[in-house]
């Protein structure tokens, strides 16, 4: 069944779904670093990167180059790294869960220090962070590269409900495959995906599942039987107006239902509803029966940056949008999901955004300032 899956998804118009997985210095006068300060810790590096997902080792290796291995250390609690833009086709049963994964270690530029702890603290103004183990690391230069963090927890009735059928989240690794357990057992009912009242990182994967998942259901003679739903807490299909033309176009020709300003508050798993909230009318829910039900859960900055000094109001690592120095620590940087940068939460900005970062810091490691153009 997977070789019609693939060839049902690689038509000239299904590859417009492509488009989801891709969504710039100048000599200036010294800079003065926050260099001064420096806690009492046992391991000092020149360069720090928090976090091992593709913003961190992608900078990891960039900076090796610049100040060598040995003075480049990667703080990652994971043993497992994973390539989650490939989820979307597992959780559609067209690949295996296997081809996602590498062991953290073989990921890491070769040299650099894998320090396989949590980051606990923050503490700019002393130039170190500690570890949940207790270790202070201080450092030279810091990169956040902390990605994003899911809160199934904020939706009643998750994680747990995850133990049930029919239920599956292409977000964790935990519950992809149950997505694609979910599809093969869909007999007939309400085929329900949704997107949450909150940023996400890939916001074009929630929508990916259902054209898939609708293809599937095509392939298999289950098509008739399906009312596939999609419930956005947002205001529009897609943040792009020739893409949201262009997706409005496939969403009427292949008759699925979009429910705007409904966001996902509960599941009750054991009874296959799914309750929503009208975002458009506070306090007016609507409960849904499903017979499969995607989830994309809410997301929010990682704990450990919510209440650091590093952080702006909402959470987000607090960086220049042009250059991603931190506006209040000029040796501290931040790239890819846990920042502020008005880009899109995607692999392929961090590779846009690696390259302005590398640009920025090459010219404060000379003490010049970066200027607002790449």
Not at 151 to 163: R, V
Not at 176 to 199: C, H, I, M, R, S
Not at 272 to 296: C, R, S, W
């Amino acid at each position: 069944m997977m070789a019609p899956l693939v060839a049902a998804v690689s038509s000239p118009r299904a590859r417009l779904f492509a488009c989801f997985l891709r969504l710039g210095t100048q000599q200036a006068a010294p800079l003065q670093l926050h260099t001064g300060a420096c806690c009492t810790a046992k391991n000092h590096y020149e360069v720090l990167v928090l976090g091992g997902g593709s913003g961190g080792i992608t900078m990891a290796a960039r900076m090796k180059r610049k100040v060598g291995a040995e003075n480049v250390a990667i703080v990652e609690p994971s043993e497992r790294h994973f390539y989650q833009p490939i989820w979307t086709l597992v959780g559609a049963g067209a690949k295996p869960l296997s081809l996602s994964g590498r062991s953290t270690a073989s990921v890491i530029p070769s040299g650099v220090a894998w320090i396989q702890d949590r980051v606990a603290e923050l503490n700019p103004d002393k130039n170190c962070i500690r570890t949940d183990n207790g270790k202070e690391i201080s450092y030279k230069y810091l990169i956040i590269a902390l990605g994003i963090q899911l809160d199934y927890e904020k939706i009643k009735g998750l994680p747990e409900g995850f133990a049930y059928p029919k239920i599956g989240s292409n977000y964790s690794v935990k519950t992809v495959e149950k997505t694609w357990k979910a599809l093969q057992d869909f007999k007939q009912g309400n085929a329900v995906f949704t997107f949450p009242n909150t940023p996400v990182k890939c916001a074009g994967a929630p929508q990916k599942i259902m054209y898939l998942s609708e293809a599937y259901l095509r392939k298999t003679g289950k098509r008739p039987k399906a009312n596939i739903i999609f419930n956005t807490a947002l205001g529009t299909i897609f943040g792009v107006k020739k893409y949201a033309t262009a997706l409005q176009k496939i969403i009427k020709e292949r008759d699925l239902t979009v429910n705007y300003k409904h966001n996902l508050i509960e599941v009750r798993a054991d009874k296959q509803e799914a309750v929503f909230e009208n975002l458009d009318k506070p306090g007016e829910i609507k409960v849904i029966q499903y017979e499969m039900l995607h989830v994309t859960p809410p997301m929010s900055s990682p704990d450990v940056l919510k209440t650091s000094p590093v952080a702006d109001s909402a959470g987000w690592v607090d960086v220049d949008k042009d250059t991603l120095q931190h506006k209040k620590y000029p040796n501290v940087f931040g790239i890819g999901d846990c920042t502020n940068l008005p880009t899109s939460k995607t692999a392929a900005a961090v590779a846009a955004q690696s390259g302005v970062l590398d640009k920025t810091i090459s010219l404060i490691m000379k003490n010049q300032r970066p200027t607002k153009k790449v």
